[in-house]
């Protein structure tokens, strides 16, 4: 239909609603009438106490939804990214207590925690991108095969019981501590968006994975390496999720394979209502952060709310596939040039 | 004098901000072939789509026999006799031929599907038609040219009234286009109504009774085809004449540049090539005789079996497509929706990929976005994009301007040989003019330029030298003087067997 939308005359009409949520997507939207219903709800929800504590919740989800929109961006998704969670957390509390008992310096106790957990969210990104990339494997069967897997290792190394015995220093700093008057968890999460606000947006790397998920075949026939792309995009992913899970470990103070359970759904979720394309191709970092940070402003308020966690679980499910219509109508909006 | 089968009154559709068909007076009359002729964006497309029902009119209306009728669906149109074979095909390939043409309408034994019986009437009208498909083929196996001709039978189960094919050739070979027409020529006995829509002159002169022609979505005017030329036509379509758009390619062939010797992929019998700085090589062939299969194995997108490929006397034989580019190699490919362009991004995103992948505004790893965005304003003047459209959605472009910025792709990346596969496919007239200069400037500046192509007078015209393909082979090497039409089209076809 090329033909239909050459313009005979062109007068240019735009209505800023329909610009805005062509441009944005959903979560204006959304983020508006959230913060509307949850003030009339409680008046508690629209204070700046209440606000900084929901900044602090959300680095966690953040965090992830940022790696999470590298590997929707270029075209696939990765539901593996709670079980990296439990996996580093795992992983690196078994291997603080066993450094505890080799070394002296809590220094190099934490730092092999961390690498432990690292490496192994490492090979949970390989196995992804290389089962994605290579043997040409949805992504969907990948990482949710990877997920099963990578669950089940981390009851087995557990017997499903919580890891304690961390050193107190790790907990004090990753968890609970400061870095110039603000928050270890925020001042991570604030650099980490930095970092991939400059690499999407000024790297080659960044071209390369948009590239690939709008249209991969177009992408090889630019000089692309795009498996090497997609791989990258799915280690980057769990690498991110990896640290997640040290400052979700550091915050709870023990190892648990449990950590993480619901961030697969929430960092979608958070990326399509930011307006993340699902077909791949399109999705802005600082969206992002906008979208995981109203997730979990909604969890916030429905918790001021005194709404039960059930309850919440089926408004969450909810705002992930009115997301996706949204999502669809913005595509075609986009395909058609309203 | 008969009143007209189908009529159309001030036919208009708008979108925001677009005219893109301004009051259409248009009839048909039973029996007729009606040519609509026009460059990409006339509004030839939107005309037929609400003719077809897959668009609304935002004005005006549509009579059949007389009476007035909405067509709100492709369904609605087709429950009044009103069918239309699209460009892009509706057919769904894990399905059967026989399923896919009663998709919908299955004959049934009370609750079940009866299969024998859709077989069986599939199989008549592919005999009637003389189509060679085989019903209970999976349409995934089907050649272009075969799903095509299948969505053409799809037409012939219920009462035909009127027939609307869009570019029904693009895909077809002489042979097939032959029993395209014959079969044109029996339901216009039939008194079907026929609209055709054809950027091909030489085709449609053998069938058109009249010829409507369309320019910026409006109505120019209707002539006769017998006593119209194809000057006086070109200069309704474009407002302006066109007196060659081949332009002349001075001839100074340096040194050798691409040698390929005995290259195989399946398919393609081992077959060499050399080609020299400033040259022009046309290469032709029917749809499917290996042309474009043996120049994809060269770039590392098909399977290479024995063979090599040199560049500057590097040999590139078992590098990956990307290194392949890199070292200079660059491949233009035939399908800009699916391998070409990303659709959903803008003009000028699609150009700086190719930009940023070259490697030059990048360093150690950065992007200089202001470097990239100079390169890519001047691209886009290369090309003669115009200004508006570089901020547009690729999929809301024309052919013709969709292919400018593929073309457009291919300057932002460096290369010593641009391999052209189908560079005017849907293109219209005046930007098939434009993108010819562009090949003219690379090779007279020192590139080697191989154009494959369908379309026998461009391969001809533009070239210093044609290489023919039959049945997977090079059936002929002529030097341009030698290569008029007739001469290069006896060796399309060979007795020889097809390569496996």
Redesign the interface.
């Given at each position: 239909?090329?033909?239909?939308?050459?313009?005979?005359?062109?007068?240019?009409?735009a209505n800023p609603i329909k610009t805005l949520f062509i441009r944005v997507g959903v979560l204006p939207f959304f983020l508006g009438i959230a913060l509307v219903v949850f003030s009339f709800m409680s008046d508690k929800f629209l204070t700046g106490q209440n606000l900084m504590n929901v900044a602090r919740q959300s680095v966690y989800l953040v965090l992830v939804s940022l790696g999470q929109m590298l590997v929707l961006v270029s075209g696939g998704f990765d539901l593996s990214v709670g079980t990296a969670i439990a996996l580093t957390s795992v992983a690196s509390a078994l291997s603080m207590t066993w450094a505890a008992g080799v070394f002296d310096s809590v220094f190099l106790i934490i730092a092999t925690g961390i690498l432990a957990g690292g490496c192994v969210a490492l090979i949970v990104g390989l196995i992804n991108g290389v089962g994605v990339a290579y043997f040409e494997v949805s992504p969907f069967i990948m990482t949710l095969g990877v997920s099963s897997v990578g669950a089940g290792l981390a009851l087995f190394m557990t017997g499903g019981i919580p890891i304690s015995g961390l050193p107190f220093a790790f907990g004090d700093t990753f968890g609970f501590g400061k870095w110039f008057g603000v928050p270890v968890p925020v001042f991570i999460a604030v650099i980490c968006i930095v970092v991939m606000w400059l690499m999407m947006s000024?790297?080659?790397?960044g071209?390369?994975i948009y590239?690939v998920g709008?249209?991969i075949?177009?992408?090889?026939?630019?000089?692309?390496?795009t498996k090497k792309t997609l791989v990258l995009a799915y280690v980057l992913c769990s690498l991110i999720a990896a640290l997640t899970g040290v400052l979700l470990t550091a915050r709870v103070e023990s190892g648990e394979a449990n950590l993480g359970g619901t961030m697969a759904l929430e960092s979608i979720a958070a990326c399509v209502i930011a307006g993340v394309?699902l077909?791949g191709?399109?999705g802005r970092v600082q969206n992002v952060v906008l979208g995981a940070f109203f997730i979990v402003m909604v969890q916030n308020g429905m918790n001021i709310a005194r709404v039960s966690s059930y309850m919440q679980m089926v408004l969450l499910g909810s705002l992930l596939i009115l997301a996706v219509i949204f999502d669809q109508m913005r595509?075609r909006m986009?395909?058609?040039?309203? | 004098m008969t009143l007209p089968l189908l009529t159309t009154h001030n036919l208009t559709k708008t979108y925001p901000g677009v005219r893109a068909l301004d009051g259409v007076d248009f009839d048909l009359m039973a029996g007729e072939v009606h040519v609509l002729f026009g460059e990409n964006g006339a509004g030839k497309s939107t005309l037929i789509s609400m003719l077809a029902g897959a668009n609304t009119p935002s004005e005006g209306k549509i009579y059949l026999d007389h009476h007035e009728v909405v067509f709100d669906s492709v369904a609605r149109a087709k429950a009044h006799g009103v069918y239309t074979v699209f460009q892009e095909f509706s057919l769904i390939p894990t399905l059967t031929v026989a399923e896919n043409m009663f998709l919908g309408q299955e004959p049934r034994m009370g609750i079940l599907v009866d299969h024998a019986e859709m077989r069986r009437r599939a199989q008549e009208i592919f005999d009637e038609l003389g189509f060679p498909i085989s019903p209970t083929a999976r349409v995934s196996t089907l050649s272009r040219a075969q799903q095509q001709m299948l969505e053409i039978s799809k037409a012939f189960h219920g009462d035909l009234k009127v027939l609307i094919l869009d570019e029904p050739t693009a895909s077809l070979t002489e042979r097939e286009v032959d029993h395209l027409f014959h079969f044109i020529e029996r339901q216009k006995a039939k008194g079907v109504g026929i609209i055709y829509i054809s950027h091909r002159m030489q085709e449609f002169k053998r069938i058109a009774d009249r010829i409507t022609v369309l320019r910026d979505g409006a109505k120019i005017g209707t002539v006769e085809m017998a006593g119209t030329d194809e000057a006086a036509l070109v200069e309704m379509m474009t407002g302006r004449q066109i007196a060659d758009i081949y332009p002349t390619i001075a001839t100074t062939p340096g040194d050798v540049v691409l040698e390929v010797t005995e290259l195989a992929t399946p398919g393609v019998a081992p077959s060499s090539l050399s080609l020299r700085r400033g040259e022009v090589l046309g290469v032709a062939g029917l749809v499917g005789c290996g042309k474009s299969r043996f120049f994809r194995a060269m770039m590392g997108l098909g399977p290479r079996r024995s063979g090599t490929v040199h560049l500057n006397g590097h040999d590139i034989t078992r590098l990956p497509t990307r290194e392949i580019i890199r070292a200079g190699l660059y491949y233009l490919s035939p399908d800009r929706k699916h391998e070409g362009l990303d659709l959903a991004k803008t003009s000028d995103e699609n150009l700086a990929l190719n930009v940023v992948t070259s490697g030059a505004p990048v360093k150690r790893g950065w992007i200089d976005w202001r470097r990239v965005r100079d390169t890519v304003a001047g691209i886009a003047t290369r090309v003669e994009l115009p200004e508006d459209y570089r901020a547009r959605r690729v999929s809301q472009l024309s052919g013709g301007n969709q292919q400018k910025v593929l073309f457009g792709k291919a300057f932002g990346q460096e290369a010593d040989v641009y391999i052209f596969d189908e560079p005017t496919v849907g293109v219209d007239m005046g930007t098939r003019a434009a993108l010819y200069l562009k090949i003219k400037a690379l090779a007279e500046a020192g590139k080697a330029v191989v154009v494959i192509s369908s379309d026998l007078p461009e391969a001809i015209n533009l070239s210093h030298r044609i290489l023919v393909f039959a049945n997977g082979q090079v059936s002929a090497e002529l030097p341009r003087t030698e290569a008029s039409e007739d001469t290069v089209l006896k060796y399309f076809f060979t007795e020889s067997e097809p390569v496996q």
């Amino acid at each position: 239909m090329s033909d239909a939308t050459a313009p005979a005359q062109v007068t240019p009409r735009a209505n800023p609603i329909k610009t805005l949520f062509i441009r944005v997507g959903v979560l204006p939207f959304f983020l508006g009438i959230a913060l509307v219903v949850f003030s009339f709800m409680s008046d508690k929800f629209l204070t700046g106490q209440n606000l900084m504590n929901v900044a602090r919740q959300s680095v966690y989800l953040v965090l992830v939804s940022l790696g999470q929109m590298l590997v929707l961006v270029s075209g696939g998704f990765d539901l593996s990214v709670g079980t990296a969670i439990a996996l580093t957390s795992v992983a690196s509390a078994l291997s603080m207590t066993w450094a505890a008992g080799v070394f002296d310096s809590v220094f190099l106790i934490i730092a092999t925690g961390i690498l432990a957990g690292g490496c192994v969210a490492l090979i949970v990104g390989l196995i992804n991108g290389v089962g994605v990339a290579y043997f040409e494997v949805s992504p969907f069967i990948m990482t949710l095969g990877v997920s099963s897997v990578g669950a089940g290792l981390a009851l087995f190394m557990t017997g499903g019981i919580p890891i304690s015995g961390l050193p107190f220093a790790f907990g004090d700093t990753f968890g609970f501590g400061k870095w110039f008057g603000v928050p270890v968890p925020v001042f991570i999460a604030v650099i980490c968006i930095v970092v991939m606000w400059l690499m999407m947006s000024r790297t080659t790397l960044g071209t390369r994975i948009y590239a690939v998920g709008g249209n991969i075949k177009a992408a090889h026939l630019s000089a692309i390496d795009t498996k090497k792309t997609l791989v990258l995009a799915y280690v980057l992913c769990s690498l991110i999720a990896a640290l997640t899970g040290v400052l979700l470990t550091a915050r709870v103070e023990s190892g648990e394979a449990n950590l993480g359970g619901t961030m697969a759904l929430e960092s979608i979720a958070a990326c399509v209502i930011a307006g993340v394309s699902l077909r791949g191709g399109i999705g802005r970092v600082q969206n992002v952060v906008l979208g995981a940070f109203f997730i979990v402003m909604v969890q916030n308020g429905m918790n001021i709310a005194r709404v039960s966690s059930y309850m919440q679980m089926v408004l969450l499910g909810s705002l992930l596939i009115l997301a996706v219509i949204f999502d669809q109508m913005r595509y075609r909006m986009i395909m058609r040039g309203a | 004098m008969t009143l007209p089968l189908l009529t159309t009154h001030n036919l208009t559709k708008t979108y925001p901000g677009v005219r893109a068909l301004d009051g259409v007076d248009f009839d048909l009359m039973a029996g007729e072939v009606h040519v609509l002729f026009g460059e990409n964006g006339a509004g030839k497309s939107t005309l037929i789509s609400m003719l077809a029902g897959a668009n609304t009119p935002s004005e005006g209306k549509i009579y059949l026999d007389h009476h007035e009728v909405v067509f709100d669906s492709v369904a609605r149109a087709k429950a009044h006799g009103v069918y239309t074979v699209f460009q892009e095909f509706s057919l769904i390939p894990t399905l059967t031929v026989a399923e896919n043409m009663f998709l919908g309408q299955e004959p049934r034994m009370g609750i079940l599907v009866d299969h024998a019986e859709m077989r069986r009437r599939a199989q008549e009208i592919f005999d009637e038609l003389g189509f060679p498909i085989s019903p209970t083929a999976r349409v995934s196996t089907l050649s272009r040219a075969q799903q095509q001709m299948l969505e053409i039978s799809k037409a012939f189960h219920g009462d035909l009234k009127v027939l609307i094919l869009d570019e029904p050739t693009a895909s077809l070979t002489e042979r097939e286009v032959d029993h395209l027409f014959h079969f044109i020529e029996r339901q216009k006995a039939k008194g079907v109504g026929i609209i055709y829509i054809s950027h091909r002159m030489q085709e449609f002169k053998r069938i058109a009774d009249r010829i409507t022609v369309l320019r910026d979505g409006a109505k120019i005017g209707t002539v006769e085809m017998a006593g119209t030329d194809e000057a006086a036509l070109v200069e309704m379509m474009t407002g302006r004449q066109i007196a060659d758009i081949y332009p002349t390619i001075a001839t100074t062939p340096g040194d050798v540049v691409l040698e390929v010797t005995e290259l195989a992929t399946p398919g393609v019998a081992p077959s060499s090539l050399s080609l020299r700085r400033g040259e022009v090589l046309g290469v032709a062939g029917l749809v499917g005789c290996g042309k474009s299969r043996f120049f994809r194995a060269m770039m590392g997108l098909g399977p290479r079996r024995s063979g090599t490929v040199h560049l500057n006397g590097h040999d590139i034989t078992r590098l990956p497509t990307r290194e392949i580019i890199r070292a200079g190699l660059y491949y233009l490919s035939p399908d800009r929706k699916h391998e070409g362009l990303d659709l959903a991004k803008t003009s000028d995103e699609n150009l700086a990929l190719n930009v940023v992948t070259s490697g030059a505004p990048v360093k150690r790893g950065w992007i200089d976005w202001r470097r990239v965005r100079d390169t890519v304003a001047g691209i886009a003047t290369r090309v003669e994009l115009p200004e508006d459209y570089r901020a547009r959605r690729v999929s809301q472009l024309s052919g013709g301007n969709q292919q400018k910025v593929l073309f457009g792709k291919a300057f932002g990346q460096e290369a010593d040989v641009y391999i052209f596969d189908e560079p005017t496919v849907g293109v219209d007239m005046g930007t098939r003019a434009a993108l010819y200069l562009k090949i003219k400037a690379l090779a007279e500046a020192g590139k080697a330029v191989v154009v494959i192509s369908s379309d026998l007078p461009e391969a001809i015209n533009l070239s210093h030298r044609i290489l023919v393909f039959a049945n997977g082979q090079v059936s002929a090497e002529l030097p341009r003087t030698e290569a008029s039409e007739d001469t290069v089209l006896k060796y399309f076809f060979t007795e020889s067997e097809p390569v496996q």
